[in-house]
């Protein structure tokens, strides 16, 4: 009798122990249990993990084409450089149209790759200071190859008299910083006196009878548009 009710109360404890989700049923003295049902997959909720990157697009920066040289003229505060020749420029470094920004406009021509024959005609007229000092200005920039085309017997005489050669530059040389719409018809005041005729068509800018190669390039205290013939002041 004593070893039965031992059995029992065993019994008792064992089921007790058991977790409330299993189900006990006895059949004699043996224990048999039905795990508790696994749950719908509706009642199931997703866990994601923390820090998993999204799928979707992310709200940042755009991915545009970011500005540089173009065929057309722009102005304003998003003006950049325009014409064909603005290829050759270097993309960094000296020379290039950030760097170019950066000095005034004398040293600007003298970082240039393009313009080493103008700057040492600059330094040759005693020009650089008083083209670095001076506020608002614009300079037609003949490039190396318009000074190459010159006959070699102006060049001779341009580099025997330094006073023509500085008649001859600050021909190239205007008050203010001349914007592409300004260039559309017209003429303009030199530093030396004489007027530049200016037109544009067909959406090619000319300055007597020389074409803007590469036009709009601003430098710390002017603008320079670069031209591909050296121009002769009336006499």
């Given amino acids: 009798m004593k070893s039965s009710l031992l059995a029992a109360?065993?019994?008792a404890v064992a089921l007790a122990a058991l977790p409330v989700a299993a189900?006990?049923?006895a059949a004699g003295s043996v224990?048999?249990?039905t795990p508790a049902p696994e749950p719908e997959p509706s009642e199931m909720v997703p866990v994601e993990p923390s820090g998993a990157p999204s799928e979707g697009p992310s709200e940042g920066a755009s991915e545009g084409p970011?500005?540089?040289?173009?065929e057309g003229p722009s102005e304003g505060a998003a003006a950049v450089p325009f014409g064909p020749g603005c290829r050759k420029l270097p993309e960094t470094g000296p020379g290039s149209p950030v760097e170019i920004a950066k000095e005034k406009v004398a040293t600007a021509v003298e970082q240039s790759p393009l313009l080493s024959q103008l700057a040492e005609a600059l330094k040759k007229s005693e020009l650089v200071e008083q083209l670095n000092s001076?506020?608002?200005?614009t300079v037609f920039a003949p490039t190396n190859e318009a000074?190459?085309?010159l006959p070699q017997d102006v060049k001779d005489k341009?580099?025997?008299d330094p006073a023509q050669l500085k008649k001859v530059l600050t021909y190239h040389v205007v008050s203010g910083k001349v914007?592409?719409?300004e260039l559309q018809n017209g003429s303009l005041e030199t530093l030396e006196g004489g007027k530049l005729t200016v037109k544009q068509e067909n959406g090619e800018y000319t300055v007597n009878d020389a074409k803007v190669v590469c036009g709009n390039l601003p430098t710390a205290n002017a603008v320079i548009y670069l031209i591909d013939k050296v121009l002769t002041p009336p006499q």
């Fill in 23 to 25: 189900q006990a049923s």
């Fill in 31 to 33: 224990l048999t249990f």
């Fill in 66 to 70: 970011s500005e540089g040289p173009s």
């Fill in 179 to 181: 914007k592409p719409s």
């Fill in 134 to 137: 001076s506020e608002g200005i």
């Fill in 147 to 149: 000074f190459s085309a």
């Fill in 158 to 160: 341009l580099k025997a």
């Fill in 9 to 11: 109360a065993l019994a």
